[in-house]
């Protein structure tokens, strides 16, 4: 099973998928293992999400596909028994954190303030996702908590562009950024998969 911290290097970039259409799916998932990511998170966003993760997880193994935007203790196992190999949360609560843990699959909890990733690390849990990262004060922010808290590790999300990826990507407790700008929303409708392995394909360098 892949660690949180192995969850960080498996792509400089984490697509952050909303699928409204089931049939996009696998065609999603494909195009963005083509163009080199190794990691999807599809948000539990849309009625198509936990059947979308079922097909990811059925038809395209070699993609780690995890659900996102987890808020809810329910969704705990719901995303397990879509075929979730990993679980992320837009925010911690206690309720929440404790039903992502007793899944056993490794999980990013979401902060944006020291004292709730201070929280988290009593919990057990270095690596975490920033959210929403531009909003909660951008790679600036993480820079400045590195040294308090040097031994965190974090996936922000939240506002983040290809043009802004690099860098927090610099930044020494950053192991990878979340993005939605790999699947647009109009690309999607279009089926333009070709696009979507090339904006893929355009992130694998930026570590």
């Known amino acids: 099973m892949t660690t949180p911290a192995e969850l960080l290097e ?15 799916a696998v065609p999603v998932a494909e195009a963005l293992l083509r163009g080199g990511i190794r990691v999807i998170e599809v948000t539990l966003r849309t009625p198509a999400a936990l059947a979308s993760i079922e097909r990811i997880a059925t038809a395209v193994p070699e993609l780690v596909v995890g659900a996102g935007t987890v808020t809810a203790p329910e969704h705990a196992k719901q995303a397990v ?43 057990g849990c270095s690596v975490l996702k920033f959210f929403p990262a531009e909003a909660a004060g951008g ?32 930044l020494p ?16 409708a279009a089926g333009d998969w070709q696009r979507v392995e090339e904006l893929a394909a355009a992130t694998t360098t930026l570590r």
Not at 10 to 24: E, F, G, I, R
Not at 157 to 167: P, Q, R, Y
Not at 173 to 188: A, E, F, H, M
């Open 10 to 24: 498996l792509s400089p970039v984490m697509p952050v998928v909303v699928l409204d259409d089931v049939a996009h």
């Open 81 to 123: 028994d879509a075929g979730s190999r990993f679980i992320v949360t837009p925010g911690s609560t206690d309720a929440l954190l404790d039903a992502v843990a007793a899944t056993g699959l490794p999980f990013l909890p979401g902060v944006s303030t020291v004292g709730e990733a201070m929280r988290a690390a009593e919990r």
């Open 173 to 188: 407790n950053v192991g990878c950024v979340g993005g939605s700008w790999l699947t647009p929303k109009d690309v999607l």
């Open 139 to 170: 790679a600036a922010y993480l820079k400045s908590i590195y040294g308090p808290l040097p031994g965190l590790r974090f996936c922000p999300t939240g506002g983040i562009t290809v043009s802004s990826a690099a860098d927090y990507l610099a």
